[in-house]
C-alpha cells in the first residue's frame, strides 16, 4: 500500500478510481503490505478514512503472514517482539505469549517494522539473537515512503543494525519471499497464474513476481525513482506511473 496507493496519510491520485475499475471488472484485489507496523483494523481505519471501503478480508500484511509460520512451527510460543502496540495486540490475538524482559524461556525473537523501537529492546533482542534464539523479520525493507519524497527507516535498516552487533540475519517472511505468497495462496486459495502484483519497490514487490512467477507491475510513485529503475536487476513486465494510469488498459 505505502507508495502504491497511498504515501503517508495522502491517497495517490486515481487510486479510488482504480480500485473501483478492479471490481467493476468482476476482479478481486487484496491490499498486500509489507509494513508490520499497524495491523489489519488499523489498515481498514486508515483506508477508510481516505475514502476506501475495505475490509479487513481483504488487507493482508507481513505480521499476519509471520504468524501464520509461526503458528505452524509452535503453536502459543513464547516470543520477544521488537513491533508496535498494534503487532503486539495481532501476535497476543492469535495466542502467542509476549516476552518484555531479559533471561526468559523465548521461542522467537520476531522484528517488526518497530515504531516505537527503543534502545532497550533492541539490547535485549540482540541478546537473545546471539544466544541463538531463532530470529525472524516481518520484512526486508529499508524504508517507508512518505509524502513529499521523504522516507523513515524500516524494518531492513534495523535488521542491518542487528547485524551489525550479532552478526546475525533473520529469516525474512515477507516481499519478496515465498512465506508471505504461500501464506496468500493458502488464505484465499488462489493460484499464481491468476494474480498479479502491483508495487512500488523492485527489491520487494517486483522480485517477489519475478522470484514467485507471478506478473509483476512497477508504479514510479513511491521509493523507485529513474535511475534506480535504469541500474536494476529486478525488470518489471509491466511500467506505469501510477496506478491511475493501469486503469485505462484493465
Given at each position: 500500500?505505502?507508495?502504491?496507493?497511498?504515501?503517508?496519510?495522502?491517497?495517490?491520485?486515481?487510486?479510488?478510481?482504480?480500485?473501483?475499475?478492479?471490481?467493476?471488472?468482476?476482479?478481486?484485489?487484496?491490499?498486500?503490505?509489507?509494513?508490520?507496523?499497524?495491523?489489519?483494523?488499523?489498515?481498514?481505519?486508515?483506508?477508510?478514512?481516505?475514502?476506501?471501503?475495505?475490509?479487513?478480508?481483504?488487507?493482508?500484511?507481513?505480521?499476519?503472514?509471520?504468524?501464520?509460520?509461526?503458528?505452524?512451527?509452535?503453536?502459543?510460543?513464547?516470543?520477544?517482539l521488537l513491533g508496535t502496540p498494534a503487532?503486539?495486540?495481532?501476535?497476543?490475538?492469535?495466542?502467542?505469549?509476549?516476552?518484555?524482559?531479559?533471561?526468559?524461556?523465548?521461542?522467537?525473537?520476531?522484528?517488526?517494522?518497530?515504531?516505537?523501537?527503543?534502545y532497550n529492546k533492541l539490547w535485549i533482542?540482540?541478546?537473545?539473537?546471539?544466544?541463538?534464539?531463532?530470529?525472524?523479520?516481518?520484512?526486508?525493507?529499508?524504508?517507508?515512503?512518505?509524502?513529499?519524497?521523504?522516507?523513515?527507516?524500516?524494518?531492513?535498516?534495523?535488521?542491518?543494525?542487528?547485524?551489525?552487533?550479532?552478526?546475525?540475519?533473520?529469516?525474512?517472511?515477507?516481499?519478496?519471499?515465498?512465506?508471505?505468497?504461500?501464506?496468500?495462496?493458502?488464505?484465499?486459495?488462489?493460484?499464481?497464474?491468476?494474480?498479479?502484483?502491483?508495487?512500488?519497490?523492485?527489491?520487494?514487490?517486483?522480485?517477489?513476481?519475478?522470484?514467485?512467477?507471478?506478473?509483476?507491475?512497477?508504479?514510479?510513485?513511491?521509493?523507485?525513482?529513474?535511475?534506480?529503475?535504469?541500474?536494476?536487476?529486478?525488470i518489471p513486465k509491466y511500467l506505469f506511473?501510477?496506478?491511475?494510469?493501469?486503469?485505462?488498459?484493465?
Amino acid at each position: 500500500m505505502d507508495g502504491t496507493i497511498y504515501l503517508g496519510d495522502r491517497l495517490i491520485d486515481g487510486a479510488s478510481d482504480f480500485l473501483h475499475k478492479i471490481k467493476a471488472n468482476g476482479k478481486q484485489y487484496i491490499f498486500l503490505t509489507n509494513n508490520s507496523s499497524k495491523n489489519k483494523r488499523v489498515y481498514v481505519e486508515k483506508l477508510k478514512r481516505m475514502g476506501i471501503a475495505a475490509d479487513s478480508s481483504e488487507v493482508f500484511t507481513s505480521g499476519e503472514a509471520t504468524i501464520m509460520y509461526l503458528n505452524k512451527i509452535k503453536k502459543n510460543a513464547h516470543i520477544f517482539l521488537l513491533g508496535t502496540p498494534a503487532l503486539e495486540e495481532e501476535f497476543e490475538d492469535a495466542g502467542f505469549s509476549l516476552v518484555r524482559e531479559r533471561n526468559q524461556d523465548v521461542d522467537f525473537v520476531v522484528l517488526g517494522f518497530d515504531t516505537t523501537l527503543t534502545y532497550n529492546k533492541l539490547w535485549i533482542a540482540c541478546d537473545y539473537i546471539a544466544e541463538g534464539v531463532e530470529y525472524i523479520a516481518t520484512h526486508p525493507d529499508f524504508v517507508c515512503p512518505l509524502e513529499g519524497g521523504r522516507c523513515m527507516p524500516d524494518a531492513g535498516s534495523m535488521i542491518a543494525l542487528i547485524k551489525g552487533t550479532t552478526g546475525k540475519e533473520p529469516l525474512v517472511i515477507g516481499k519478496p519471499n515465498r512465506f508471505i505468497i504461500d501464506a496468500i495462496l493458502e488464505k484465499y486459495s488462489l493460484k499464481k497464474e491468476d494474480m498479479a502484483i502491483v508495487g512500488d519497490r523492485l527489491y520487494t514487490d517486483i522480485r517477489t513476481g519475478l522470484d514467485n512467477g507471478i506478473d509483476s507491475i512497477l508504479v514510479m510513485s513511491g521509493e523507485t525513482d529513474e535511475s534506480m529503475l535504469a541500474s536494476t536487476e529486478f525488470i518489471p513486465k509491466y511500467l506505469f506511473g501510477s496506478v491511475k494510469d493501469i486503469i485505462g488498459v484493465l
